[in-house]
């Protein structure tokens, strides 16, 4: 059964870095990154597949979010860099079994979810 604990959330100033982990145990076919802001709906940032080549981001974090991961360690990462204040939100790390595309992973909500970690964009 997978199960996923993410960290790394905090305060941070506008212009900043984070890095978010999601430590994993058991398997999955994709995993990926969404965020959740009181009011509006759960979006789905940057996933990846072991079926894609590549990765997926949403438009609002192209260029400036990666997601990558090292298998060694069991640990899927989220660098974020420039950071806004309306990047505040709480963060979820979700992984899922069946198969699926990056960009899919990141449209829907089935999976299994970790307990989220809170990041704060302000000066």
Sequence with gaps: QLQ???SGGGL???GGSL???CATSGDYVAIGWFRLVPGKEREGLACISNTDDSPYYADSVK???TISRDNAK???YLQMN???PEDTAVYYCKGGWFR???QQMCSHLAGTWGQGTQVTVSS
Excluded: I
């Design 74 to 76: 069991n640990t899927v």
């Design 4 to 6: 996923l604990v993410e």
């Design 12 to 14: 941070v100033q506008p």
């Design 63 to 65: 260029g400036r979010f």
């Design 100 to 102: 699926t595309s990056a």
């Design 19 to 21: 890095r978010l982990s």
């Design 82 to 84: 420039s950071l806004k």
